[in-house]
């Protein structure tokens, strides 16, 4: 298994070259990355076969579900340039020559998971044909940045169901595009909107400082205003649900990984080591490192 993992890229391949491709449903890939204004693009840690000049453009043996949950963008294919913006998903099908790149004066987060098999064809030529468009603006979806977050979990894993369980998550994010599309957008609540969008905002950046003033001015209202509704929507205000998320992903960190805890604190955005280590006691009872001695057994 190909892999990389930092605060602003995570990725995994998960099928060697030349694996026989008998029909079988099978997950090839999953990964995030955010892209800074005037970063690096694409990385050049991806095996050679996924690597695409984005003027050359690629072609690849297998569909690719993007989503890009900040900044904008653009995907070219035969038909041209595409705008892409925050909140777009694109189906990639295979053999279709195409290349994608974020804005350089905004970079973006995209999402991505790699899949191939007849179960698979079978669904997308049924709810998304190839006569119709491979761009869907679905809008900011909290419930799909977790699909692909729990796909990324679910990879590193060394459960010898993994693949079975990648595919049902993959079917589970069709259905949802599905749902989605079938939906008029004017169901989804200007409160709703915000709270998915501030929701995934953290998720995306919670190893850096996040501003919640420059939330509520991204989606154009007041900080209060933000405040108060996440607070009425998820129960608790955005900062104790940013340090929830934080402490989240350091427990996952520390029961899976042999990453050490000063490590941990900047990866899940701490400011520094001792005050993470403060925090997690306050919240848990004990401090890191005997909360991962107690989870020794669950290492991978």
Same mark, same amino acid.
């Given at each position: 298994?190909?892999?990389?993992?930092?605060?602003?890229?995570?990725?995994?391949? %998960?099928?060697?070259?030349?694996?026989?491709?008998?029909?079988?449903?099978?997950?090839?890939?999953?990964?995030?990355?955010?892209? &800074?204004?005037?970063? #690096? $693009?694409?990385?050049?840690?991806?095996?050679?076969?996924?690597?695409?000049?984005?003027?050359?453009?690629?072609?690849?043996?297998?569909?690719? %579900?993007?989503?890009?949950?900040?900044? &904008?963008?653009?995907?070219?294919?035969?038909?041209?340039?595409?705008?892409?913006?925050?909140?777009? %998903?694109?189906?990639?099908?295979?053999?279709?020559?195409?290349?994608?790149?974020?804005?350089?004066?905004?970079?973006?987060? #995209?999402?991505?998971?790699?899949?191939?098999?007849?179960?698979?064809?079978?669904?997308?030529?049924?709810?998304?044909?190839?006569? &119709?468009?491979?761009?869907?603006?679905i809008g900011i979806r909290e &419930?799909?940045?977790?699909?692909?977050?729990?796909?990324?979990?679910?990879?590193?894993?060394?459960?010898?169901?993994?693949?079975?369980? %990648?595919?049902?998550?993959?079917?589970?994010?069709?259905?949802?595009?599905?749902?989605?599309?079938?939906?008029?957008?004017?169901?989804?609540?200007?409160?709703?909107?915000?709270?998915? $969008?501030?929701?995934?905002?953290?998720?995306?950046?919670?190893?850096?400082?996040?501003?919640? #003033?420059?939330?509520?001015?991204?989606?154009?209202?007041?900080?209060?205003?933000?405040?108060?509704?996440?607070?009425? $929507?998820?129960?608790?205000?955005?900062?104790?649900?940013?340090?929830?998320?934080?402490?989240?992903?350091?427990?996952?960190?520390?029961?899976?990984?042999?990453?050490?805890?000063?490590?941990?604190?900047?990866?899940?955005?701490?400011?520094?080591?001792?005050?993470?280590?403060?925090?997690?006691? #306050?919240?848990?009872?004990?401090?890191?490192?005997?909360f991962r001695d107690a989870h020794?057994?669950?290492?991978?």
């Amino acid at each position: 298994m190909t892999s990389e993992d930092s605060p602003d890229c995570k990725f995994r391949y %998960l099928l060697a070259d030349g694996t026989s491709d008998n029909g079988e449903n099978v997950i090839s890939t999953v990964g995030y990355q955010n892209v &800074e204004p005037g970063g #690096e $693009y694409p990385i050049a840690k991806h095996p050679h076969r996924y690597m695409f000049d984005v003027k050359k453009g690629r072609f690849l043996d297998e569909y690719q %579900l993007i989503y890009i949950s900040h900044g &904008e963008g653009v995907l070219t294919d035969r038909q041209g340039d595409h705008e892409i913006n925050a909140g777009t %998903l694109f189906l990639l099908r295979p053999e279709y020559w195409h290349a994608y790149r974020p804005n350089p004066a905004s970079g973006w987060t #995209e999402h991505y998971i790699g899949f191939k098999g007849d179960g698979f064809t079978e669904t997308i030529e049924r709810f998304f044909p190839i006569t &119709e468009s491979n761009i869907f603006r679905i809008g900011i979806r909290e &419930e799909l940045v977790g699909l692909y977050r729990e796909a990324l979990q679910c990879a590193d894993s060394d459960y010898f169901l993994v693949q079975s369980l %990648l595919c049902a998550i993959v079917q589970h994010m069709l259905m949802l595009l599905k749902y989605h599309l079938s939906c008029p957008e004017g169901n989804d609540s200007l409160a709703q909107k915000a709270i998915d $969008y501030t929701k995934t905002y953290i998720l995306d950046k919670l190893s850096q400082k996040i501003s919640f #003033e420059q939330i509520a001015d991204n989606l154009g209202m007041s900080y209060s205003w933000l405040r108060k509704t996440f607070k009425d $929507y998820a129960g608790m205000p955005p900062a104790k649900y940013l340090q929830s998320m934080r402490l989240q992903k350091a427990k996952y960190f520390l029961i899976n990984t042999r990453v050490p805890v000063k490590e941990i604190a900047l990866k899940c955005g701490f400011a520094t080591p001792e005050y993470f280590c403060n925090v997690f006691k #306050e919240a848990t009872g004990v401090s890191p490192n005997n909360f991962r001695d107690a989870h020794k057994d669950n290492e991978i």
